[in-house]
């Protein structure tokens, strides 16, 4: 992770403009330790090998991972790219020719993940390198406040704004308004009277022609607020104000009962009792979110998502566009990473919206 303000005046060196020994040794390497699982992060630490060794040829593996310090990657747990680095040392300084593993494809053999070099090498898309022709991009407006009651949405400047093509708001939404895995109470878009949950709520849209005007509408668009308290201790919220008035805040409860717990403790030399809690977990994926839709020219629409779930995010975009499930395909792009957190539609505001905003009338192509 570097700040974009350190890289003022500087030069930036990409894969693309490695030696190309250099860069096939250590990506095939990384590939055959198994160092490249979604790749996001690979040709960053590609990087930072070649920067590594040509200044120290050869690293121990203390000096490995201090100099990968700075990166981040989700997947592996550094243990195999630590061991890719010190073996693409040792390959490069020994002027070695490396060849991607080779297996006999039986099963119960380990084999190189599918597409893996292409990935080390950054040449695998991604969904926000996805650029079809004449394409539109879309931006949307979340909420200023976790917690606010939405009085007014203006935005009558930001439709204004030359290369906007339309603003969209709740109201354009042809079918469902709520969306989710689990419950349905996501919605995809708030309207003027209704409370924010989060500051991920969507309140407008902006399809642009192009990422920076879309963002700019999206300054334009004025909301005004009555800023409430937001609910945000968990304990406090199990007798609290409810989130969702149709139902408790407490809305489920899991209970496990295994072997005969009263006999045990009987039995047992020392009981102890207290209240257990677990940490929060965030899936942390390192790929930021996007989708990308095209109209398929037959009155259904074409979704390209880094979802875990493509078929369930086609239930729900078919709800969102009020179409039959049949009109709409969501075609799996690898993502950066998932841990469950790809499972659920994208987020309403990214792959409704894209959709909504893409409705087959548009006739456009539009990215998120
Ligand atoms: S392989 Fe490193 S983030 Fe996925």
């Known amino acids: 992770v570097t700040k974009m303000s350190k890289l003022q005046d500087a030069e930036v060196l990409t894969p693309e403009g490695f030696p190309p020994y250099v860069l096939d040794t250590i990506a095939k ?3 055959n330790e198994g160092a490249v699982q979604c790749g996001f992060c690979t040709p960053g630490f590609i990087s930072r090998t070649k920067v590594l060794l040509q200044d120290n040829p050869t690293p121990d593996i203390e000096e490995i991972r201090k100099a990968i310090k700075p990166h981040l990657c989700r997947c592996t747990g550094y ?21 991607l593993r080779k297996t006999s494809g039986r099963v119960g053999v380990s084999h190189p ?17 996805i650029f079809l022709k004449e394409m539109l991009y879309a931006a949307l407006k979340f909420s200023d406040h976790p917690r606010a009651k939405i009085l007014k949405i203006d935005i009558s400047e930001a439709e204004k704004l030359p290369g906007v093509h339309r603003v969209f708001a709740a109201h354009d939404i042809p ?13 995809v878009m708030l309207k003027e009277g209704q409370v924010t949950n989060y500051i991920g ?4 849209g902006v399809v642009a022609e192009s990422d920076e005007i879309a963002r700019q509408a999206i300054d334009l668009i004025k909301v005004d607020y009555e800023v409430l308290t937001p609910l945000t201790d968990v304990f406090e919220a199990m007798d609290g104000e409810r989130i969702h008035p149709e139902r408790p805040n407490n809305f489920e409860t899991t209970q496990f009962t295994i072997g005969d717990a009263d006999e045990v403790i009987k ?20 790929e930021k979110e996007a989708a990308v839709a095209r109209p398929d020219g037959k009155g259904g629409m074409e979704i390209f998502s880094q979802s875990q779930g493509v078929y369930e995010d086609r239930r729900q975009i078919a709800m969102i566009l009020n179409l039959p499930e ?25 792959d409704g919206p894209v959709c909504l905003f893409d409705e087959p009338a548009c006739e456009a192509h539009i990215k998120t």
Do not use: C
């Open 201 to 204: 709520d969507v309140l407008a």
């Open 175 to 187: 079918g469902e308004q709520y969306v989710g895995l689990i419950l349905q109470d996501w919605p």
């Open 29 to 31: 390497i990384m590939v």
């Open 326 to 350: 049949e009109k709409v395909r969501v075609v799996l792009v690898p993502n950066g990473g998932g841990f469950g957190g790809e499972r659920r539609l994208k987020h309403p505001g990214t």
């Open 79 to 99: 243990k195999k790219i630590e061991s890719a680095i010190e073996k693409s040392a040792k390959a490069i300084h020994a002027n070695e020719q490396v060849e």
């Open 267 to 286: 039995k047992a030399d020392f009981v102890s009792s207290g209240r257990y809690e677990t940490q929060r977990v965030e899936h942390g994926f390192l």
């Open 113 to 129: 993940k599918y597409e893996a070099y292409h990935t080390a090498i950054g040449k695998r898309k991604f969904v926000d390198d």
